[in-house]
């Protein structure tokens, strides 16, 4: 039950950066957005660590190999790629492809992990990325043939697919979760410093960037990514991956409050995700074998 609200927890704040991110992008580069958030998230997520979980650190710098590729894609790969996503596509056409984020995992599952799944749960997978490729081509799906299809949504496809083999690995990664988060964004800091000095990465001096960092520091940073690894230690990373859908419906809520209408083409493509998602997570996934670590507690 508490790993089920940490999911929705996380979804939740990934939503608002979606959308925050968006605002963002507008007089912050997907760089600076994604050094600072890390640099301001590092320390508190350090004492975080030490005081909740006291975790031998030598124990876990000797994991340093794994934690900086999970950093690497996680923290900075996925990042970059989602910040840059927003500067050419919308917060819900971005949620709406991390919204097949679930069907890429189980497949990854299946290929990588030796999970299994059924018919029904290959519909559901089938069916949930139908409903991306609409929101892709806006209900034109011969623009796939012709590969016309936004920038920022091909970016967004390379974020999902990066967040795929992420959460993959970090399942299986013998590290106390806040002390995994931790290193991992520090290493993200430290790594991508040397790009924003080389860039000229300022603060942001304004009152609304001020507020958009200090959220997605907090939330969609700390917040998010904690929650998320403390999951995985008792859910499956296909179970996981379902409740990503949910950032869909958390990113439409936002978006309509703040005055900007849906398309029929967003709201149908929607529906068939989230319904292939739950054809995939609640009947359509088989129990996984014990040896491949995906057995829930």
Avoid: H
Wanted: proline share 4%; aromatic share 10%; hydrophobic share 60%.
């Amino acid at each position: 039950m508490k790993a089920s609200l940490y999911l929705v927890l996380a979804t939740l704040f990934w939503s608002g950066n979606y959308v925050v991110g968006k605002a963002s992008v507008a007089s912050m580069a997907p760089l600076e957005l994604t050094f600072w958030r890390w640099a301001l998230a590092a320390v508190p997520l350090l004492f975080l660590a030490q005081f909740v979980e006291k975790p031998d650190w030598r124990a876990v710098l000797r994991r340093w190999p794994a934690l900086l590729f999970l950093s690497a894609l996680g923290m900075s790969g996925y990042t970059l790629l989602l910040y840059g996503a927003l500067g050419y596509t919308s917060a819900l056409n971005a949620s709406l492809i991390t919204a097949a984020n679930p069907a890429l995992i189980v497949v990854m599952a299946i290929v990588l992990l030796g999970e299994k799944t059924t018919r029904l749960g290959w519909l559901g997978i089938c069916l949930g990325l139908f409903g991306v490729l609409l929101v892709l081509t806006q209900g034109e799906l011969s623009r796939v043939l012709s590969l016309s299809i936004n920038t920022g949504e091909l970016l967004m496809i390379g974020a999902i697919i990066v967040w795929g083999f992420y959460t993959i690995i970090a399942r299986r990664l013998d590290v106390p979760a806040i002390a995994a988060t931790a290193v991992q964004v520090v290493m993200a800091a430290v790594t991508l410093a040397p790009f924003a000095l080389a860039l000229n990465v300022q603060f942001p001096d304004t009152p609304a960037e001020g507020w958009s960092m200090a959220y997605i520091a907090v939330f969609p940073s700390l917040g998010a990514y904690l929650l998320w690894n403390l999951a995985l230690k008792s859910i499956p990373p296909g179970t996981a991956g379902n409740y990503l859908n949910l950032m869909v419906v958390f990113t439409a809520i936002i978006t309509v409050a703040l005055g900007t209408p849906l398309t029929l083409v967003q709201v149908l493509g929607g529906t068939l995700v989230v319904a292939g998602v739950l054809l995939t997570g609640t009947k359509g996934r088989a129990r996984a074998k014990g040896k491949a670590g995906l057995n829930a507690a």
